[in-house]
């Protein structure tokens, strides 16, 4: 999908990762107020490699001083492992490399009434609504990427973050 252009999935990342920092990990998508926050895997590399040559593990990774010492080594962000949570809903799961890839998706727990047509039927919704809140959150990414406030105002707030001065 986006191949094309790989330096936007490494943006989105850090974006995302700062956006749910900034926000006390609230991201408003379509209205709705969604809790986002880095999980418990962070995969860093070189620019110029494809290789992992920093994996950050375990309870707050993203507030781990390793994570943003990384990033001022001149890392990228290669993987982010996610949590993602509205309305009654909770999902788990890992972004990789410039397509945006999903692996270790875990789902909301399925209800124990209802057969398995019914049990499908909730799974198949439940994946819907993942790729559509998801798709939601990168709209935003674009829509702020796009504007001249974006190298004006984001990419410096971003910077003085990752040193610590936000």
């Known amino acids: 999908m986006m191949d094309s252009l790989p330096h936007l999935s490494t943006e989105f990342f850090t974006w995302l990762w700062w956006a749910t920092e900034q926000g006390g990990g609230r991201l408003t998508v379509d209205g709705e107020e969604i809790i986002v926050w880095v999980d418990d895997r ?6 110029s ?6 994996v950050l593990t375990g309870a707050d990774t993203a507030r ?11 890392k990228i962000i290669k993987e982010l492992r996610i949590r993602l949570q509205w309305a009654d809903r909770e999902y788990g799961f890992t972004l990789k490399g410039s397509g945006l890839d999903v692996s270790g998706l875990v789902l909301p ?6 057969d398995e047509q019914d049990r499908l039927m909730v799974r198949m919704e439940a994946i819907e609504a993942l790729w559509a809140v998801l798709g939601a959150i990168y709209r935003q990414f674009a829509a702020v990427r796009t504007e001249a406030s974006w190298a004006e105002e984001v990419v410096p707030s971003i910077q003085a973050w990752l040193v610590g001065d936000a």
Do not use: N, V
């Open 49 to 54: 490699e494809d290789a992992s040559r920093a």
């Open 109 to 114: 727990a399925l209800p124990d009434e209802g």
């Open 42 to 47: 962070m995969a860093f590399r070189l620019p």
């Open 64 to 74: 781990a001083a390793e994570a943003k010492a990384a990033m001022a080594a001149g």
